[in-house]
């Protein structure tokens, strides 16, 4: 299976690209897992919230890898406890799915672009910053991973 994140964003502090590195080395040969930064849209001299997330959809959809199932990161989506993404997960590796997550821009997404997707989901109430979520959904589908193969590095 293959996972992608498609990220808004470049630049983000070193220990967010070692924590998702981390993680991501921890998958295995079963999870081929990526992340993919798309530029952000430069903010003002007349650009508009609708206007930069017009470009960056632009760019996230050309980054979107073929037959994938789609994930976007979004405020009003369905939030799994970690042993329901485990289960999604499973679903998805047996259904013979790729997945592709997309977390927004600064100013989030266009409607196209959610409903483009086959899934929205929350992974917090709160606002977080965009390293974080990085952090935070890496982390996760790691410990859904480690949920389908008896690992313990989760504990219920």
Known sequence: ????VLAVGTKMP?????????YSKRFGREIQFQLKEIKPE?????????????????RIVAAIPAHSYLIVLDERG???????LADSLKKWQQQGDNLCF??????GM???????ANM???LSSLTLPHGMVRVLLTEQLY??????HNHPYHRE
């Open 78 to 84: 369905k939030a799994p406890t970690s042993m329901e």
């Open 120 to 122: 929205l989901m929350r």
């Open 14 to 22: 070193q220990w967010v690209d070692h924590a998702v590195r981390d």
């Open 110 to 116: 266009t409607t196209n672009l959610k409903q483009r």
């Open 42 to 58: 430069k903010r003002g001299a007349g650009v508009n919230a609708a206007q930069a997330m017009a470009a960056e959809e632009q």
């Open 1 to 4: 299976m293959n996972i992608t």
């Open 143 to 148: 410990r859904a991973q480690s949920i389908l």
């Open 102 to 107: 997309i977390i927004g821009g600064a100013d």
